[in-house]
């Protein structure tokens, strides 16, 4: 009795296919991403170390003076102080709200799926329409913001115009939460083991005790997650004060990543503009890294 088996060529050429058809799969991915993140990023590297020249590019080689200049420019120093700020404030008024949403969220036992929606529907929103309703609500002249600062007792604010007040009204409406976020805290909790919690029902462990020795323990991988997607994103902040202020007032609400705006679009300054970028790349990859390092979630 004969058994049949497989010529070595044939099989050989199984094994190839096996092996590359995955990388013919992602090499799509891999080349637009090489194109439009890696390519882009060394490219704007050297132009910052050019006196850019649109009509004839790359210009002429000036090293790093760029970067010199930009660390002697005051208004470069001041937008990196208004971005901590805008970092910090965003950190400390929006970043916890999702999480405390998605606990209320999961302690509902019916309706869950309509307030889900209610949560997501204001990120349909476009930012403009918010810009526009947020802006009357901070109108010094008839706007809610001011009447409920009169009705207790207060004097009128002039809320954007008033270098003080003006970073923390473009982070404020981040307070009403919601979004994707509150799904992804809500799933992560819904997926915590359900014995994790009878075991602790059994030991006396309720309310608060729950909360804080089981649930945000074994949630803490998103939480951190999330903290570094929030820091990247509150580090590159550009819409939000570029539509509430344009910067002002005097450049009390200039981001960085609205400060490399300007550089190319009013002062048309792209080398500038590019060694702005790099900076804050090399800023934002040394805090990711430093959060990576200190994240002890996944570690035993």
């Known amino acids: 009795m004969s058994t049949k088996t497989k010529p070595p060529a044939k099989l050989g050429g199984l094994r190839f296919k096996n092996a590359v058809t995955p990388w013919l799969f992602i090499l799509p991915g891999l080349v637009f991403t090489f194109i439009f993140r890696y390519y882009t990023t060394f490219q704007a ?31 470069f120093w ?5 971005t901590l700020i805008f970092t910090v404030l965003s950190l400390l ?27 997501l529907i204001p990120t349909m929103i476009p930012l403009s329409i918010n810009v526009i309703i947020w802006k009357w609500i901070f109108n010094p002249n008839y706007g809610l913001a001011n009447a ?9 604010q002039t809320w954007y115009s008033d270098p003080t007040l003006t970073k923390l009204c473009i982070i404020l409406p981040g307070i009403l939460g ?9 799933s992560a909790i819904m997926g915590v083991d359900r ?20 649930t945000l323990p074994n949630i803490r991988f998103l939480i951190m997650i999330q903290m570094i997607l929030a820091v990247i994103g509150a580090m590159q902040i550009l819409d939000q004060p570029l539509q509430y202020t ?9 981001s960085i990543a609205l400060h ?35 994240d002890k979630s996944e570690k035993k």
């Open 45 to 75: 590297f050297w132009i910052s170390l050019h006196d850019y020249d649109v009509a004839e590019p790359p210009g002429d080689f000036i090293g790093f003076e760029n970067y010199i200049a930009l660390f002697k420019n005051a208004d």
């Open 78 to 82: 001041s937008a990196w102080k208004n």
């Open 93 to 119: 008024i929006t970043f916890f709200i999702p999480i405390i949403q998605a606990l209320f969220l999961n302690e509902v036992r019916r309706g869950r799926g309509m307030f889900t929606t209610l949560y």
């Open 148 to 156: 409920i600062v009169t009705f207790f007792g207060g004097e009128p």
């Open 178 to 186: 919601g979004g994707f976020s509150v799904l992804m805290y809500l």
């Open 195 to 214: 014995d994790i919690y009878e075991a602790a029902d059994i030991d006396g462990c309720y309310g608060f005790k729950r909360l804080w020795y089981i």
């Open 246 to 254: 344009t910067g002002g007032p005097n450049g009390a609400s200039t």
């Open 260 to 294: 490399i705006n300007n550089l190319m679009v009013e002062n048309v300054n792209y080398g500038k503009a590019a060694a702005s970028g790099v900076i804050l790349l090399v800023v934002i990859a040394i805090i990711t890294a430093v959060e990576m390092k200190l």
